[in-house]
């Protein structure tokens, strides 16, 4: 499964941008995912998972009721919106699959895309 990522960019502090993900694999709606994200020198963190065709979403604390976790499998593209930015939002944004259920931890995860920055100033 090949994973591409788009929509990264720099903004302002209070802001929102929208990241799309478009998967290769036609079984698109077999697949959990989830969106991670990374700061230089920290591990990668989840801060969005979607299941595959349930729709059961799951929200990191500090982005839960900023950021919205979507999934179109007609398209097989998943987004994620993300709105009332921050600096401390800025980070590398990895789009990741897993045939399945979802999880937080990036080990479960089996396909990442190569990651879109979004840099928030204030």
């Known amino acids: 499964v090949q994973l591409v990522e788009s929509g990264g960019g720099s903004v302002q502090t209070g802001d929102s941008v929208r990241l799309s993900c478009s998967a290769s694999e036609s079984s698109f709606s077999l697949y959990g995912m989830a969106w991670f994200r990374q700061v230089p020198g920290n591990e990668r963190k989840c801060v969005a998972t979607i299941s595959p065709s349930t729709r059961i979403t799951y929200y990191e604390d500090s982005v839960n009721g900023r950021f919205t976790i979507s999934r179109d499998n007609a398209q097989n593209t998943v987004y994620l919106v993300m709105n009332n930015l921050t600096p401390e939002d800025t980070a590398v944004y990895y789009c990741?699959?897993?045939?399945?259920?979802?999880?937080?931890?990036?080990?479960?995860?089996?396909?990442w895309g190569q990651g879109t920055q979004v840099t928030v100033s204030s």
């Open positions: 990741a699959a897993r045939l399945g259920a979802n999880g937080i931890r990036p080990e479960l995860y089996d396909y």
